[in-house]
């Protein structure tokens, strides 16, 4: 599918932007699922941390859009004319394009630049101008997403807090390693059969799976209810029936 849409006209735009939107997430959780699959099979414990918290934001970014972006649009009582339809589409630019790293000058091989404009960034001199400078195409904050999920369903959060740490150089990626020994001891030993790695994926794996594939079908139902004058592809009804 073309990232370019075959036609200027605004509401066939959006339509494209849509459908191009929908199967960004659907490829990309197909891979995170296949991520975990192979991590649960192979013990990585870490790579199932990545493969959790990575679900977990692109649930949540989807969700956020559809609701906190999206809607207020659609659901206003003046309808959806050639205007409106140009802000979604400004949206649908965001939602695919925005980024926090200039893969423009990482494309053109500027690394020095990518460098210079890093050490802007962080400094307390320039990083209000670079900050402006940025906010065009700067993407959403994702914990701002989570947080959103996570008043409707607090576990989101709970689990996007859990799936972080365990990600991260401190201790919850240091208990993935961590083992029981026969005394009880906890020890370091990846050929034990008490390793608390196991049993983490044990007790969290039904839930991940809850928050996150548990909610493709809704959002997917949200996601082409947006659709301007265009049935539901075929493939998608035979998705959600």
């Not at 091989?109 to 050490?119: I, M, P, R, V």
Request: aromatic share 12%.
């Amino acid at each position: 599918m073309p990232h370019d849409p075959p036609s200027k006209e605004a509401d066939l735009v959006h339509n494209h932007y849509l459908k191009l939107i929908y199967n960004h997430y659907l490829i990309k959780l197909v891979l995170n699922g296949d991520l975990i699959i192979h991590s649960v099979k192979d013990s990585n414990y870490i790579a199932y941390a990545l493969a959790g918290r990575s679900f977990i934001e692109h649930v949540a970014v989807w969700r956020y859009y559809l609701v906190e972006k999206y809607a207020p649009i659609l659901s206003s009582s003046k309808g959806i004319g050639f205007e409106e339809a140009l802000i979604l589409i400004k949206i649908h630019k965001k939602h695919l394009y925005g980024t926090s790293f200039d893969w423009g000058q990482w494309l053109k091989k500027d690394y020095s630049g990518l460098e210079n404009d890093y050490l802007a960034k962080i400094s307390d001199k320039k990083k209000k101008q670079y900050d402006k400078e940025s906010r065009e195409n700067a993407q959403v904050n994702v914990l701002t997403c989570v947080q959103k999920s996570a008043k409707i369903l607090p576990k989101i959060g709970v689990y996007y807090d859990m799936f972080c740490d365990l990600v991260h150089p401190n201790f919850g990626s240091n208990i993935l390693l961590f083992s029981l020994s026969g005394d009880n001891k906890i020890v370091i030993n990846n050929q034990s059969s008490q390793r608390i790695g196991d049993r983490l994926i044990e007790e969290t794996f039904r839930d991940l799976f809850l928050i996150t594939y548990g909610q493709i079908n809704e959002l997917t139902k949200s996601h082409f209810s947006m659709l301007l004058g265009e049935s539901l592809p075929l493939y998608i009804i035979k998705r959600i029936r």
